[in-house]
C-alpha cells in the first residue's frame, strides 16, 4: 500500500461562543473522528477554542483572484445600498 | 465567468504592484515560477528544521532534572512538532505535497537549520538551545511574520505567539545554573561556548555571500538581511549573557559606539559549509532517526487507512 498521509482538512476554530469561525490552518487526516482530533491537538494546545469545523479541503470552492473585478463588479455601481447614499437634515443624530 | 487571459508580462506586472503595495499573495494568485519555488523550498526547510529540531532536546526529556522541567520540555518538544506541520500545511498551498517533502528530507534533497547538527552534551544545552537558538529563531520568525506570502506569513503569527515561552525557560535554566554551585556555572559557561558561534551561523552566509537573499528581498519574502538580523542579535544577546555572570566566548565582543550595536569576531565559515554540506558531527544521526520513526510508524497511516475505508464502504452500503 501507498504510504499516505491521509487527505488534507482546512481548519476552523471559533474562539468564544457566538463568533465565528475563523480560519487556522490544515491538517491531514484519514477520517472526520481523525480531523478533529488532530486539528484539536495541532491548533489548540492553548485553548483557543470553543468549537471546531474541520472540511476537507477538496470540498472547499473558492472564486479565482484574477476574476476579482468582473465577480464582484454587481455591488459596485448600487452606492444607493450605503447609508452615505442619503442625505439628511442638519441637526439630525443617532441616524 | 469571463477570465481574461492575461500574458506573462501583465501578470508579473500585477504581481510586481501587489508587493510594492504591501498586500499579501494567496495561494491562488499568480505567482512567478521563481517566487513558488523559492517559497517552497525555504517554507519546507523551516518545517523540517521544526521537525529535525525535536531530536537534540528529546533526547534529555527523560533526563530532566525535575518533574517541572520535563512538563516544559515535553510542551516545547510538542509545540516545535506543532510549528512544522503548520509550515507543511504552508507549504502544500503552493503545490507540493506532504509526501513529496518528507521524501525530500529522508533523501537529503532538502536540507534544515544546521544549528541541530550539533549534539546535545548536558542539560545545559536545554537552557542554551531555549535562549539562544530560539532566540536567534524568533529574531528571523518575528521578521517574516510580513513576509509577502499570505499561508506562511499566518504560520508565523501563530508560531511567535508560541515561542514566547521557549526563549524564557532556556534563559530560566542558564540563570538557575549560572547561580548555583561552581560545577554548575561552568556547565552553563561550557553550553554556552559551544552554542555561541553556532546560534550566530543560523543566520546563514554574510550577505555577500548569499545569493538567494537579494531576490527574497526583492520579493518582499525576506524584510531584512542575513547580517542585520545576526547584529540585531549580538546587541541583544550580550548583555543578557553578562547580567547571569557568564562570559561571551568572543575576544573581539566590544561595543562600537559609531555603529551603536557590537563589534564581534569572524565566524568560522569552513565548519558552517561542512555542516551544511552534511559533515557536521550529527548529520548522519538525525536523518537516521528520522527515517527510523517514519517506517515505524508506517503501520498506523494504513491502519488509518484501512480503517477510513471501511467506514466508507459501510456507510456507502
Given at each position: 500500500m501507498n504510504d499516505s498521509q491521509g487527505i488534507l482538512w482546512e481548519v476552523f476554530i471559533q474562539?468564544?461562543?457566538?463568533q465565528p469561525h475563523k480560519h487556522a490552518g490544515s491538517v491531514h487526516a484519514h477520517d472526520n473522528e481523525m480531523a478533529l482530533q488532530n486539528a484539536r491537538d495541532l491548533y489548540?494546545?492553548?485553548?483557543?477554542?470553543t468549537n471546531l469545523w474541520v472540511v476537507p479541503a477538496s470540498a472547499i470552492v473558492a472564486s479565482s483572484p484574477e476574476d476579482i473585478g468582473s465577480f464582484f463588479?454587481?455591488?459596485?455601481?448600487?452606492?444607493?445600498?450605503?447609508?452615505?447614499?442619503y442625505s439628511v437634515p442638519e441637526g439630525i443624530t443617532h441616524m | 465567468m469571463n477570465s481574461l487571459k492575461l500574458d506573462e508580462n501583465q501578470l508579473i506586472e500585477n504581481f510586481e504592484a501587489k508587493l510594492a503595495k504591501n498586500e499579501m499573495i494567496e495561494p491562488k494568485d499568480w505567482m512567478p515560477a521563481q517566487y513558488r519555488k523559492h517559497l517552497i523550498r525555504q517554507i519546507s526547510q523551516h518545517a523540517h528544521s521544526e521537525i529535525i529540531g525535536m531530536q537534540p532536546e528529546g533526547n534529555w526529556i527523560t533526563r530532566a532534572p525535575s518533574m517541572r522541567r520535563k512538563m516544559v520540555l515535553l510542551a516545547k518538544v510538542q509545540d516545535e512538532a506543532g510549528h512544522g506541520l503548520y509550515l507543511y500545511s504552508a507549504a502544500e498551498s503552493?503545490?507540493?505535497?506532504r509526501e513529496e517533502m518528507l521524501d525530500q528530507l529522508h533523501t537529503g534533497a532538502a536540507k534544515y537549520s544546521?544549528?541541530?547538527?550539533?549534539?546535545?552534551?548536558?542539560?545545559?544545552d536545554m537552557g542554551a538551545i531555549g535562549w539562544l537558538v530560539d532566540g536567534a529563531a524568533i529574531m528571523n520568525q518575528v521578521m517574516l511574520?510580513?513576509?509577502?506570502?499570505g499561508p506562511y506569513a499566518r504560520a508565523m503569527v501563530r508560531i511567535c505567539k508560541e515561542e514566547s515561552f521557549h526563549q524564557r525557560q532556556g534563559y530560566e535554566i542558564m540563570n538557575v545554573l549560572a547561580s548555583g554551585s561552581a560545577e554548575q556555572k561552568e556547565m552553563a559557561q561550557d553550553a554556552l561556548n559551544r552554542w555561541w558561534w553556532p546560534s550566530l551561523m543560523m543566520?546563514?552566509?554574510r550577505d555577500e555571500e548569499s545569493p538567494n537573499s537579494e531576490q527574497a528581498i526583492k520579493w518582499k519574502i525576506?524584510?531584512?538581511?542575513n547580517d542585520q538580523l545576526r547584529q540585531r542579535f549580538v546587541n541583544q544577546t550580550v548583555s543578557q549573557v553578562e547580567k547571569i555572570g557568564?562570559?561571551?566566548?568572543?575576544?573581539?565582543?566590544k561595543w562600537n559606539e559609531a555603529k551603536n550595536g557590537y563589534d564581534f569576531g569572524e565566524i568560522n565559515w569552513d565548519e558552517f559549509w561542512t555542516v551544511v554540506k552534511?559533515?557536521?558531527?550529527c548529520n548522519k544521526a538525525r536523518i537516521a532517526a528520522k527515517i527510523k520513526s517514519h517506517e515505524e510508524g508506517a503501520w498506523v497511516r494504513e491502519a488509518a487507512n484501512a480503517h477510513a475505508e471501511k467506514n466508507n464502504k459501510t456507510k456507502a452500503a
Open positions: 474562539s468564544k461562543p457566538g489548540c494546545r492553548r485553548s483557543e477554542g463588479e454587481p455591488s459596485n455601481d448600487k452606492v444607493y445600498r450605503h447609508p452615505t447614499f | 503552493m503545490g507540493i505535497s544546521s544549528i541541530f547538527n550539533y549534539p546535545t552534551l548536558t542539560w545545559a511574520q510580513r513576509t509577502s506570502y543566520f546563514g552566509p525576506k524584510r531584512e538581511t557568564l562570559v561571551v566566548p568572543d575576544k573581539a565582543i552534511g559533515n557536521g558531527p
